[in-house]
């Protein structure tokens, strides 16, 4: 292809040398004089200094990008099953707003204290800088202290972000380059947000939201002029203007403030002399809380799952959704009612067992009482756990009374009769071992009225859980979380005695047992070797009841029917169900079917409500899911709808409506798994927890004692909710001859139950599909007929027993007429005496009438 040859006009070039030759002869005369050239050469070296200095110091400074995706750290909200309010997880507490949602009048007393011109400079206020660099240098020469600050609000929002506090000349040089980019990437408006976010402005307040509670106990918006006009003079220093200490100062730099708005124009005078004569109005410090913190243990726990988590962890640097900068919103499975009343249970059942009969506990902590001692007292790690206790400071002391302080300040009297009990371990007057500076605890039991008391040495775990979710409504670890944040309910490695016995119970009636099955309680030994010989089980009370049924072993919890259950059994097939309950993995020995292994309150409570789910699993679970700061769900325990492919499709597909996978599967079988519970509904009626009968509602349950006795426990619940507690010293030791699981864990069981289930409903157990329902006479476990059980007694001689098809006890004889045997019923108001079974007696065809020994129709009672 041939190609055109195109056309280019012919433009005319510059003659770049004659011009050259023109500014030559411009510039150069004026380049031989000689202050040109110094003042030339100089300039070039400002330039490149400042460059340098630029450069160096503007490295590792935020770029803008980083500037306009920065969010301020924000603490972690906790809510409840409900979605109440119930606890934050802060190190700096801070409340996000935008700028609309501050009003005019505290944006212009802020802007009145501390940048007048903000609106007006570029990030930095030179006059202002021009005066601090003065009075630096002033101050350096004759070392006068620290000068006095010339920062803008942009320099202090850049203070901010270096997280810079340093006294010397780069951290300003640093702070005034962000300034200035700050400036070019944010609005003023965006920076004044960002400066109202995040100022910190004492009592842990970051940002005027969280001051405005903290100080005020008020939103923003409900501030007023003299309130307002306060919260502007903390950002320099807050603490040199406490509202208790440094009350006149306080006051003097409000009213400046004041005056400061008048003269901008933002007030009048008349509004400026009104506010200057209103007092500060502040509460006192830790009274402004939104709502009660709760959860204590359960919240602790909280805390810590979502520390471990790699998704979250602690700190920013962690990720964006760390626990204490994310600004998470956790909904957690706690119920503030149970939990209440969990906590409070559990400290009266430790109080109770270890109260003052038994002596005074000094907590061996002592503080300086010079100067604020109201503050040390109130940073002393001590809980007190009930609300009418207080943590409290011997001041002076008398022979007769002791002069107290509170945490806020306030003093009150000890007599000497209100501390009269002997020191724990000592003996003496606890009075006495007083002294000035001890930290103590006293109850107040009326105004100015306190008696001495102390912490119990013995502690505990309280867990309640979901039966058919795993979701845990309630945990307690131990008296209080301050004095001691380990978590006996998830921490504790405890030896649970017979309330392991159900497990043994329940693989039994996996394996051929019935609840009427006869065991023998008689002494049961075994042989351990050449080198330990015998090993022999006894009961708790060392007797021996001979043969009976399981439902009265399990009932009357006896050791040696219980080994002799899982002898039979064989201790592997016990093991292996302790271990897919999740109770533990343990060594092959007889004596763990006594609940010798150790485990904790919230695996045993997990196993127990398996049972209760018809022997379906269910994972213990305390957090339902995790959203971030923008409302997005970054975490949910239910994740099925993850596993779904259709789950949130955007419109009907035209097929079925999607079925969610099911959360469970079946570890025992369902029909063992509610025999047992019925079996364990006997330990309430006439067991050892009785005193659960009271409650007059279906429970089921179990008691626990070990040897010694260290531990007790009880475990148990309705079919909805199942709950489980132990007490017991920290460090294993006999807790007294007389603790038992019934009269001492399952009273705190009560005490949590008449308040956490009396607005449940009375729901009774359903039994799965295939239980046979049979009358027979508890004693004996024998088929009864002709006769009902009695609800108004619950030691009737006769009871509604659940069997497994096949596995229920059958009553059949033989007539003449009847050549196949089949069975014939009782015929109505039979005594049970009449029903017993006998052995079976087959007829014979009838003998010669000189050998006949009794006529051909007697009836005989036959039974199998």
Excluded at 266 to 282: H, N, V
């Amino acid at each position: 292809m041939k190609l055109a040859r195109l056309n280019v006009p012919a433009l005319p070039l510059p003659d770049l040398v004659a011009f050259n030759a023109r500014v030559r002869d411009r510039f150069a005369p004026l380049w031989q004089r000689k202050w040109v050239r110094r003042g030339t050469w100089t300039g070039l070296g400002l330039f490149t200094l400042f460059a340098v200095v630029w450069l160096y110091f503007a490295s590792g400074l935020p770029s803008s990008e980083k500037l306009l995706a920065y969010q301020p750290p924000l603490p972690t909200n906790v809510r409840g099953y409900d979605g109440t309010p119930i606890q934050t997880f802060a190190r700096e507490r801070r409340v996000e707003l935008d700028y609309d949602e501050y009003p005019p009048l505290l944006l212009n007393a802020f802007l009145s204290a501390e940048d007048k011109t903000f609106y007006r400079h570029g990030g930095i206020d030179y006059i202002g800088l021009l005066g601090a660099v003065g009075d630096y240098a002033a101050k350096t020469v004759t070392g006068g202290g620290r000068a006095r600050g010339g920062s803008t609000i942009t320099q202090q929002v850049a203070k901010y972000l270096l997280k810079d506090s340093s006294y010397n000349i780069g951290r300003k040089i640093r702070e005034a380059i962000l300034a200035f980019r700050l400036e070019s990437t944010l609005s003023k408006q965006q920076i004044l947000e960002l400066y109202l976010n995040s100022i910190f402005l004492g009592r842990n307040a970051y940002g005027v939201q969280a001051a405005s509670r903290a100080y005020f106990d008020k939103d923003v918006s409900e501030l007023t002029l003299p309130e307002a006009a306060y919260l502007a003079v903390l950002p320099k220093a807050p603490s040199n203007y406490d509202p208790v200490r440094a009350t006149q100062r306080a006051l003097d730099r409000r009213n400046y403030v004041l005056r400061e708005m008048e003269n901008n124009g933002y007030i009048t005078a008349e509004q400026r002399a009104q506010a200057a004569a209103a007092p500060l109005g502040t509460i006192r410090y830790g009274s402004s809380e939104k709502f009660r913190q709760q959860g204590g243990y359960f919240m602790e726990e909280v805390r810590r799952t979502l520390m471990n988590n790699k998704d979250f962890g602690e700190k920013a640097e962690d990720g964006p959704n760390s626990v204490y900068a994310g600004g998470l919103w956790v909904r957690t499975s706690m119920d503030p009612v149970m939990q209440n009343a969990a906590a409070e249970a559990l400290r009266e059942g430790l109080a109770r067992f270890d109260g003052t009969g038994r002596g005074w506990i000094d907590l061996e902590k002592s503080i300086e009482i010079e100067g604020d001692w109201a503050g040390r007292l109130d940073r002393t790690p001590v809980g007190v756990g009930f609300a009418d206790w207080r943590k409290a400071v011997v001041l002076t002391k008398t022979g007769s009374s002791a002069t107290i302080g509170f945490t806020n300040g306030s003093e009150g009297t000890l007599p000497r009769s209100a501390a009269a009990m002997p020191k724990r371990g000592v003996g003496g007057v606890a009075f006495d071992y007083l002294r000035p500076g001890m930290v103590i605890i006293v109850k107040e039991e009326g105004p100015g009225n306190y008696v001495l008391r102390s912490v119990p040495q013995i502690g505990g775990g309280f867990v309640a859980e979901e039966v058919h979710t795993g979701r845990v409504l309630a945990m307690q670890g131990g008296f209080d979380v301050v004095g001691s944040d380990f978590n006996r309910a998830t921490q504790a490695q405890r030896q649970p005695g017979s309330a392991f016995k159900p497990i043994v119970y329940a693989t039994a009636l996996e394996n051929g047992m019935t609840p009427a099955s006869i065991i023998v309680d008689a002494p049961f030994c075994v042989w351990q070797g050449a080198g330990l010989g015998n090993k022999c089980f006894v009961n708790f009370d060392r007797r021996y009841s001979g043969p009976k049924t399981l439902r009265w072993g399990v009932e009357q919890s006896r050791n040696l029917m219980t080994v002799r259950a899982a002898s039979e059994t064989g201790m592997p097939k016990v093991i292996a169900a302790a271990k897919k309950l999740g109770v533990g993995d343990y060594p092959n020995y007889l004596s763990i079917a006594l609940g010798a292994g150790d485990t904790t309150v919230l695996k045993l409570v997990n196993a127990y409500a398996i049972l209760a789910n018809h022997g379906r699993s269910v994972r213990p679970s305390l957090i339902d899911y995790v959203q971030d700061r923008n409302g997005k769900i970054v975490y949910r325990s239910d994740n099925r709808c993850a596993l779904m492919e259709n789950c949130n499709a955007a419109a009907w597909d035209g097929k079925g409506m999607p079925r969610p996978p099911t959360r469970t599967r079946q570890l025992i079988d369902p029909m063992a798994a509610f025999q047992m519970v019925h079996v364990l509904t006997g330990v309430v009626e006439r067991g050892t927890a009785t005193t659960l009968r009271e409650l007059g509602r279906p429970l089921f349950g179990k008691t626990g004692t070990t040897s010694g006795p260290t531990n007790v426990w009880f475990v148990g619940g309705t079919p909805d909710i199942v709950a489980g507690v132990y007490i017991g010293y920290d460090q294993p030791r006999p807790m007294g001859h007389a603790a038992q699981g019934g009269r001492i864990a399952a009273p705190i069981f009560k005490q949590w139950a008449q308040t956490a289930l009396k607005n449940q409903p009375k729901t009774p157990f359903v039994a799965p599909e295939g239980i046979r329902w049979v009358r027979i006479d508890r004693a004996s476990g024998k088929r009864v007929f002709g006769v009902f059980p009695t609800k108004e007694d619950p030691k009737s001689s006769v009871i509604w027993e659940a069997f497994q098809p096949q596995t229920e006890p059958r009553r059949a004889y033989r007539r003449s007429a009847n050549p196949y045997g089949e069975e014939d019923e009782a015929q109505p108001g039979q005594s049970i005496a009449a029903v017993r079974p006998q052995p079976v007696v087959r007829r014979r065809r009838p003998a010669p009438a000189a050998a006949q020994l009794a006529p051909a129709d007697l009836p005989t009672q036959n039974g199998v």
